[in-house]
C-alpha cells in the first residue's frame, strides 16, 4: 500500500509565480507556511530520527523546532492553526507508537497532547480540535481509526473506527474528510473511498468509492479535491493515477479532473486552479528522479505541466505568489519556471 509522504524528501523546489527562487536542506517532509518561513518535518542527519525545522526558502537558516533526537522522533505528518503546530512523535515511553504533540508558533517546548497507540499517517485541526488517522502500531494490517482530541489536550474520541486509512485527511468548517484504501480482508470497509462525518462525530457518510488507492483529500469547504495513486507494478511503475473532485456535501458521482498521472501524491488548492505533484515510479519509498508538478484549472480546462525531470516530488504548498515543492535530492534547486499566478 502507498501511503503520501512515506519518504522524507531532502530539498525544497520554490516555483515563484512572478519569478523563481530555491534552497537545500536536509529532508523536508510535510510542510506549512509561516509568514516569509515554511515549517517543515524532516529527518535529521543520520537520517534515523524525525525533527521538526523552520526556514526561509532561498537558502536561509535552518532552526530545529522540536525532536531529531530518540526521546523526541517526529513523524512525517504536520498541520498548523493560527498558533501552533501539530504532529505525531515517537518517545521512549510510547515505543512504536506515536503520540499527538503541539508546540507554540512562537516557539517553546513541545505539548503531548494525547497517546494514540497507532502509526500516524495523517493529521488536520479545525474547530479547537486535532484530527488523525492511523493504524495501531507495528500490525501491518492497515485497519484504523479517525480520532481527535481537543488543542489543548484531553481525552481523544474515536470519529470512526474500522477504516483502512491511508493518510488523506481534511476538515473544513462542519465537517471531517478522509480516504481509505481497498482491503478484502476488512470485511466491514473492503473497498475503498472517501468518507466524510460531523467534526464532533456521528456516522460516517461514504462520498465515493474507488479501487484506485485514494490518497490526499483538501477541502476548501465547499469542493474536495482528491489524488488516486493509481496501481503499482511489478517494475516500481505507476499507472492510473487521477485528481478527482466532488461538491463536499457529496450527492454526485466523483469528476476526473485529471489523469493519467502516474504516481500523483500530494496537491494543494488555489482560488483558480490545483497543483499537484507525482512520481514516475516508487519502489520501497525510492522515489525516482522523472516527478513531474502539474497546474489543473478549477473549472476543467488542459492541464499544464509546469516541471519536469523532479526528484522525488512531494509535499506541495500555495501562498498565492510562490508554489513550494519538496523533493527527493540532496543538490541545491534553483527554481527556473515561471507560471501565472491567481
Known sequence: MLHPFSAFPSALLALSLAGCSGGSFKAPGQMV?????????????????GKLIRTTPGGGDVAVLAGGTADLDVGSVLAADATSFYFPARTPQSGFAQSIFSIARAGGAPVKLADTLQDVNGIAVAAGRVYW?????????????????????????????GQTVTGGLAVDANRVYWTVDTNPSNAAMPTGGVLSAPLAGGTPTSLATSSSHPAQIV?????????????LGIDCSTSGGQLMTLPAEGGAEPVVMASSVAGAIALAVSGSAVYLTAVGAICNAE??????????????????????????????????????????SGDTIDGAVRVEGD
Open 33 to 49: 507556511l509561516d509568514g516569509n518561513d515554511v515549517v517543515l518535518t524532516a529527518l535529521d542527519d543520520t537520517r534515523m530520527f
Open 133 to 161: 488517522t492511523g493504524s495501531t502500531a507495528n500490525d501491518g494490517g492497515g485497519i484504523g481509526s479517525v480520532t481527535a482530541v481537543p488543542t489543548e489536550g484531553g481525552t481523544p474520541v474515536v470519529i470512526a473506527s
Open 219 to 231: 477541502s476548501d469547504g465547499t469542493s474536495l479535491f482528491w489524488l488516486e495513486l493509481g496501481q
Open 287 to 328: 522515489l525516482s528522479t522523472d516527478g513531474s508538478v502539474v497546474k489543473v484549472p478549477r473549472g476543467g480546462g488542459v492541464a499544464v505541466t509546469l516541471a519536469t525531470g523532479v526528484p522525488g516530488p512531494g509535499a506541495v504548498v500555495i501562498d498565492g505568489s510562490s508554489l513550494y515543492v519538496t523533493t527527493e
